[in-house]
């Protein structure tokens, strides 16, 4: 069998050059899986389908609009700031100017905010800068990293320390590999390299696969003790939902990455399945598991909505060899939480709302607005993976969408372009917005807007999630009157010109208007 992730080697390939992950894109969801053709992809990655990755031929790409700038974004060492940064007994060390660790209060927050919800200390976090000057540009930096792993072994005692790569640390060729291996034999604790500079991908998410690479390769246990009653659900910072939603299965839950241990870190390989509340996130470290150590991953599309909840939920009994309880519990959820739904559904009648956020997350967001009987026609994700690295159909969360709770009109890939919002939200005039990555809220406040900036990513999982999404936008809802005021005190800081352009996408159509600008 194929193998889907190389855990011999050190770097990861990016998710543009192993999943065919693009950034730009305009149509309709359905247009959208229908082109990702996710079975033939996911053919490829289990080799069942030979070199094919689309329709046309070998290394066929799904087809993206090719935007001539970008207006701002994230890079994957950011990305691995806020995963490996965030093991509270590890040290990330990031090799790198100073200037690429200025995320770090937002991040701190994040981590602090993260430990508050699982009920863990609160502390902030411990990463490292070597802090690149011009000199170290031009002779080199590999000792001043050592010195940097020798002081904050001292300093911290961390259980690991990991080391990140930058843009500058790649452009000089720092050989940060060498010096982990060095430095592991001299310290004898993990020390990890990690290949995150910046422009490496052009989409932050590699930085997750990276994270997870390093986590398995040389954190996870070699020789595991499987755990019958455990299950890893990758996650980010979210409320503990989880444990309550698999307490009748008889399951204990091991989230990854951020706020875990080096010791749970270690077990996740002792598992008895892998979940997530995303296959953005989750799949790389699933299939990586799954591969390496025999840990299944739940074969099912996400735990949002009725539709999702209940896969999910199955997928999982079968791994446990729990089928005969499931349907029972399920029938018994259903019961419990649909009186509270009807409700919400009579009190959210005739509302409209637009989602913004990571990819797969949005497409079980949908399925519990749509659950809640509020209209979706339109809907950005920050990149679209048109297959998962599992390759497993069951994970084709796309089409679980539009297959469960139908097509969305306007569904854009956008990688938090400001200035193609304003566009995107006037074609569909929603009564609300649910984002992450909550830089673009702004803007929908002053176009009077009310915004949902989803902070807790695992608030809307499960049968609960669906009223707690609910009650949640009825409070929102309540702030219209605000956003409106501000809309007509606030002005946008574009040209009539392109406020008044009808497609956001029109510089990637027409190129040419940039330079005839300039003129
Ligand atoms: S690694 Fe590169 S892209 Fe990322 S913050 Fe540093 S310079 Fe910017």
Redesign the pocket.
């Known amino acids: 069998m194929t193998r889907k992730i190389n855990l011999d080697l050190s770097s990861v390939e990016n998710r543009e050059m192993r999943l065919g992950s693009i950034i730009s894109w305009d149509g309709s969801a359905s247009e959208l899986a229908e082109a990702s053709n996710y079975d033939i992809r996911g053919q490829k990655r289990t080799g069942e389908g030979g070199g094919c990755a689309g329709k046309k031929g070998p290394g066929c790409k799904l087809c993206e609009l090719n935007m001539p700038f970008n207006q701002q974004t994230m890079?994957n060492?950011?990305i691995v700031g806020c995963q490996v940064g965030n093991i509270p007994d590890c040290i990330l060390i990031e090799h790198?100017p100073i200037?690429?660790s200025a995320i770090h209060p937002r991040f701190n927050l994040g981590y602090r905010i993260g430990l508050m919800r699982r009920g863990k200390e609160v502390k902030n976090l411990q990463i490292v800068s070597t802090n690149l000057l011009e000199r170290d540009m031009v002779f080199g930096a590999s000792d001043k990293l050592r010195r940097s792993i020798r002081d904050a072994y001292e300093r911290f005692n961390p259980k690991a320390i990991f080391i990140s790569m930058?843009?500058?640390t790649a452009i000089i060729g720092e050989d940060i590999e060498s010096i982990a291996m060095e430095m592991e034999g001299e310290l004898n604790i993990p020390v990890i390299p990690l290949f995150c500079?910046?422009?490496r991908s052009k989409h932050w998410s590699t930085g997750f696969d990276i994270s997870q690479h390093g986590v398995v390769r040389q954190i996870v246990n070699k020789n595991p003790q499987k755990q019958k009653d455990l299950i890893n659900i990758v996650a980010l910072w979210g409320t503990d939902y989880f444990t309550e939603l698999l307490k009748p299965l008889g399951l204990r839950v091991n989230y990854l990455i951020d706020m875990a241990s080096f010791d749970e870190l270690a077990q996740a390989s002792e598992a008895a399945a892998t979940a997530t509340f995303c296959h953005t996130l989750g799949s790389y470290m699933a299939t990586a598991l799954e591969e390496k150590y025999g840990v299944p991953q739940v074969n099912a599309s996400q735990p949002y909505g009725f539709a999702g909840t209940d896969d999910w939920l199955r997928a999982i009994a079968k791994i446990m060899g729990k089928e005969e309880i499931i349907e029972e519990y399920i029938a018994s959820e259903h019961a419990r939480v649909l009186p509270k739904i009807q409700e919400l559904r009579e009190k959210l009648k005739g509302i409209k709302g637009f989602v913004s956020t990571g990819s797969s997350y949005a497409h079980g967001m949908i399925s519990v607005l749509r659950e809640l009987g509020i209209e979706v026609n339109g809907s950005i994700v920050f990149h679209h993976d048109p297959v998962y690295d599992s390759g497993h159909t069951e994970q084709n969360t796309l089409k679980h969408l539009v297959d469960n709770y139908g097509d969305i009109e306007h569904f854009t890939v956008s990688k938090t372009q400001q200035f193609q919002f304003y566009g995107l939200l006037k074609r569909v005039n929603p009564d609300f917005i649910i984002i992450r990555h909550n830089g673009l809220a702004p803007l929908a406040a002053k176009v009077g807007i009310p915004a949902f900036a989803m902070g807790d990513e695992h608030f809307p999982v499960g049968y609960d999630g669906i009223i707690r999404v609910g009650e949640a936008l009825i409070e929102i809802l309540a702030r219209k009157k605000f956003n409106q005021v501000l809309q007509r005190h606030v002005k946008l800081p574009y040209t009539d010109w392109w406020l008044s352009q009808a497609d956001p996408f029109i510089l990637a159509k027409h190129p040419e208007i940039l330079e005839e600008g300039k003129q």
């Open positions: 890079c060492h950011s790198s200037g690429c930058s843009c500058s500079e910046g422009f």
